[in-house]
């Protein structure tokens, strides 16, 4: 539910303003770079990784091959004879990601260069790899492609993310400056179209791969590929050799010292032939080797499950976006609720960005996300300014009138806007009271004793209405105005009403006693109730406004406090009929008020009240009041006539 808002949506500029500013402010942390290292280390937590390829199966120099084969780097004849082997099952391509800048001399077999450039020309359908300060022997150099690594950059998190299509420096070898595993593909699929660089894409046959500056984003897979162990193919005994034949095969190491690790991405629990028997924690996670990113590079091409990152421009707009939002919707509702909005406004925009991620569109999980929660704190801190603002305000526009209490709930319910509103009509209870006869005695009276007799009058009634949650409208000269339903709503006003008159007549004798004690008169009062509909607002002219009601209903309570007789409460028939269960009355017969039929009007006088239904009456003091009345009245008549009196007036 929208919560009654401080001021109205003419105020929501604030909350806009503030999600402006929380947008910039996360759109100029975005442009220094600062949190570039967290941003993707928590996008790195939607990588979808896909299940590897199954038309690509690895060879590894594996743990299990060093010791059976003497330290590494070895002998090129084994690499001849892992080659032979591997051919003889008719992959459709080779791709040896291992650099063969080296010639070990072996007494054994000294022709061993000879051999392996034997094999690789025999197979026809090998990839060499090279980097820009380091390619294959001469002796090697048959013909074969020859293509770079081609890993990019570490990002800000330290993964490897992308791979390169196309490098700028690479060996000298490598005419063409592709990376090797563009080149393993147009072996493998037998592809020698050029490569066209256009919209953010690059071409070469059925391909269409979104680049950014030159570089695929690697899919990265959580491992789980089809592998033989370099010892087994040397030996000819590769445990699935349907798995090589029409398969793409990758020979490389898989040993932690040779320097071939690389961070990536995604995470995956590694088996044990990561690391060596002897060290099993020698790798993090989120590490994994040279060949197996090449084989994930070559699966993000031919599943064509490309990722999609959300562009810069796009990230800054989204960002100031639902930072405008988030700050308008802390606004439209309560503090709680605007909370939890803010929390599912998060929820959903990670729900989104997951859903996203598993159709391969990585979204930003950082700077939208803040965006949104300085944004709810910014409008949080705007809002709590100016509720402040208007608590205030209406604490010091109704603290004259009504209870403390009432005036606290007033400004945290209702704006100022709301409270001092054009006049609405609703059903209410007016009370008034006043003194009998009092501008015949306050003619008789000093000033001083005329206001401090009204100060304590004031003071006592005042205090009664107030308990009763009534709103003082107005103060007529020694008349009280009360109503019961406005500003706030108060299902049992009526009752409220009957029982604040017969406490405002139940402490007449401490009144008198209090006037007493000052040398002031006794006074009586009488009190009129009425309850019906009436409109009530801030009237006034444009310089000053009061709360008040108008209305029939206010006119007809004024003139039922006219007639009542001293210490006597008389209601309206509303009123009866709203509280009749608590309230015994007998009907004032004859009774003319102004504009008003006999026959078809009803007044009546409160006789008796209770608490609840079934308790036990009570009579309204009305003649215990007017009994102490009269006592004091007596008394402070004597005392004037003694002090108006000269010792020897008493002589005579």
Not at 159 to 166: E, T, V
Not at 500 to 524: F, T
Request: aromatic content about 8%; hydrophobic content about 45%; overall charge negative.
């Amino acid at each position: 539910m929208v919560r009654e808002r401080v001021g109205d949506w003419r105020s929501a500029w604030r909350s806009v303003v503030a999600g402006v500013a929380a947008g910039l402010l996360v759109i100029g942390v975005l442009q220094t770079g600062i949190l570039d290292g967290p941003f993707f280390a928590a996008q790195d937590r939607l990588f979808p990784a896909p299940p590897p390829d199954s038309g690509i199966t690895l060879v590894a120099i594996d743990s299990d091959s060093k010791p059976r084969l003497a330290a590494f780097p070895w002998s090129n004849e084994y690499h001849a004879r892992v080659i032979n082997y591997l051919a003889s099952l008719h992959p459709k391509v080779i791709l040896f990601d291992v650099i063969l800048d080296h010639s070990i001399f072996d007494a054994e077999n000294p022709t061993a260069d000879a051999d392996l450039a034997r094999a690789i020309k025999e197979a026809g359908n090998v990839v060499l790899v090279c980097t820009a300060s380091a390619g294959p022997i001469e002796q090697l150099q048959v013909g074969e492609p020859i293509g770079d690594l081609g890993f990019g950059s570490p990002d800000p998190a330290n993964a490897i993310r992308s791979m390169s299509i196309q490098v700028k420096n690479s060996c000298l070898q490598n005419e063409s400056n592709e990376s090797a595993f563009v080149q393993a593909l147009r072996v493998a699929e037998k592809n020698s179209d050029p490569i066209e660089f256009s919209n953010g894409a690059a071409s070469f046959g059925k391909h269409h791969i979104p680049v950014e500056n030159g570089q695929m984003l690697v899919n990265s897979t959580l491992g789980g590929s089809p592998t033989c162990s370099y010892v087994d193919a040397l030996n000819a005994a590769c445990p699935h050799p349907n798995q090589i034949t029409d398969h793409i095969v990758i020979v490389g190491t898989k040993l932690i010292d040779t320097g071939d690790v690389y961070s990536q991405p995604v995470s995956f629990k590694h088996d044990s032939s990561f690391c060596p028997h002897e060290r099993q924690q020698c790798m993090l996670d989120n590490q994994n080797y040279g060949y197996r990113i090449m084989a994930d590079a070559m699966a993000t091409v031919l599943q064509d499950r490309y990722i999609r990152v959300e562009p810069r421009n796009w990230i800054i707009g989204v960002s100031l976006l639902l930072a405008i939002i988030a700050g308008l919707v802390v606004y439209a509702l309560g503090f709680r609720a605007a909370i939890i909005a803010t929390v599912t406004l998060l929820a959903l925009y990670y729900l989104t960005a997951t859903v996203f991620s598993q159709h391969d569109h990585l979204i930003d999980p950082l700077y939208a996300p803040a965006a949104m929660v300085l944004a709810a704190s910014f409008s949080l801190g705007a809002r709590y300014v100016l509720v402040e603002r208007e608590r205030r305000k209406v604490e010091r526009i109704f603290g004259q009138y009504v209870d403390p209490r009432i005036s606290r709930q007033l400004a945290d319910s209702r704006s100022i806007k709301d409270v001092t509103s054009k006049g609405e009509r609703r059903e209410l209870t007016l009370l008034f009271v006043d003194i009998r006869d009092f501008t015949a005695m306050s003619e008789a009276m000093t000033a001083e004793d005329v206001l401090a007799v009204i100060q304590e009058y004031l003071n006592e009634m005042s205090a009664l209405i107030l308990k009763w949650d009534g709103t003082i409208d107005k103060y007529v000269g020694d008349e009280i105005v009360a109503i019961w339903n406005a500003p706030i709503h108060q299902p049992q006003h009526a009752l409220w009403a009957v029982r604040c008159a017969y406490d405002l007549i139940n402490q007449a004798s401490v009144l008198q006693r209090h006037l007493a004690a000052k040398g002031l008169p006794p006074i009586s009062w009488g009190i009129g109730i009425n309850t019906g509909p009436a409109v009530v607002g801030n009237m006034g002219s444009r310089d000053r406004l009061q709360y008040t009601a108008l209305g029939d209903t206010v006119n007809t309570a004024a003139r039922f406090c006219s007639v009542a007789p001293a210490f006597t409460v008389l209601v309206g028939e509303s009123t009866y009929e709203a509280c009749k269960q608590y309230l015994a009355v007998d009907q004032v017969p004859g009774l003319q008020l102004k504009g008003k039929s006999a026959d078809k009007f009803r007044a009546y006088q409160a006789v008796s009240i209770r608490e609840e239904v079934g308790s036990p009456w009570v009579p309204f003091p009305t003649e215990a009041a007017s009994d102490t009345y009269t006592k004091i009245r007596r008394t402070y008549g004597a005392q004037l006539v003694f002090a108006a009196s000269t010792p020897g007036d008493l002589d005579i």
